[in-house]
C-alpha cells in the first residue's frame, strides 16, 4: 500500500519504508507489503502488512489499484492510498527506517526493484524519463 498525502501547497509526498537487511531486497526503499495469504484480498493483505512493518494504519481513501505482473507467476498489486496528513510510522518488523518522500526525491534512494519499474512505468506514460 502506498500511502500518499497531497499538501494543499505543494508536491505529493508517499510514504516509503527501508527494508531490513536481512529481508528480501534489503535496504532498499520502497512500500510496505508482502504476500497475500489465502482468503485474503490485496487491499486485506495490504492492511495487514502495514501494520505489521511499521504498526500503523490511520484513515485512508484508495484512490487506485494497479497490478504488475513480475514474472514467475508473481503479481505486485499497489494500492494507492490518500491520507490527510503524514503519519509517524514505526520500525517494526521487516523495516529499518520510514520516512515521506516527493517522486523527486525518490530519485536519490535505491529502490526495491518492483517498485521502481511501477514509478518507471508512471513516468513513461506521463511523458516524462524514468529514473536512470
Do not use: K
Not at 502495514?50 to 484508495?62: A, D, F, K, Q, S
Amino acid at each position: 500500500m502506498l500511502m500518499r498525502h497531497q499538501p494543499a501547497d505543494g508536491e505529493p509526498t508517499h510514504l516509503l519504508a527501508r527494508r531490513s537487511r536481512w529481508v528480501d531486497e534489503g535496504g532498499n526503499w520502497g512500500i510496505p507489503g508482502g504476500a497475500i495469504r489465502a482468503g485474503e484480498s490485496p487491499e486485506m493483505a495490504a492492511r495487514r502488512e502495514i501494520v505489521e512493518e511499521i504498526g500503523v494504519l490511520p484513515t485512508y481513501r484508495v484512490s487506485a489499484v494497479e497490478v504488475q505482473d513480475c514474472g514467475g507467476g508473481w503479481l505486485f498489486h499497489i494500492i494507492v492510498a490518500d491520507v490527510d496528513e503524514e503519519f509517524v510510522a514505526y520500525c517494526v518488523n521487516e523495516t529499518d527506517e520510514t520516512g515521506w518522500f516527493t517522486t523527486a526525491a525518490m530519485d536519490y534512494l535505491p529502490l526495491h526493484p518492483g517498485f521502481q519499474r511501477w514509478l518507471d512505468e508512471h513516468a513513461a506514460r506521463a511523458g516524462r524519463s524514468p529514473r536512470t
